[in-house]
């Protein structure tokens, strides 16, 4: 979800702080780094890269997990 995103942002695209001072050149700056997001996100996809797996919580395992008869 948009947690993944954001953390992507911050990882490779370094979100976490502006470097423009202003709200103009700010604003510009994260409409260019969503654009950037989404030209990595169609790289990734036109290149075949599968997703990761989603981490399933411990109730979810133990309801998928087979019931002894």
Do not use: C, D
């Amino acid at each position: 979800g948009i947690e993944g995103t954001i953390s992507a942002g911050v990882r490779v695209l370094h979100l976490r702080r502006s470097r423009y001072i202003g709200l103009t050149k700010t604003h510009l700056q994260h409409v260019l780094t969503a654009a950037a997001i989404n030209l990595i996100r169609l790289g990734a996809w036109f290149a075949g890269t599968p997703l990761a797996r989603t981490r399933q919580s411990a109730f979810t395992k133990l309801m998928m997990a087979p019931v002894p008869a």
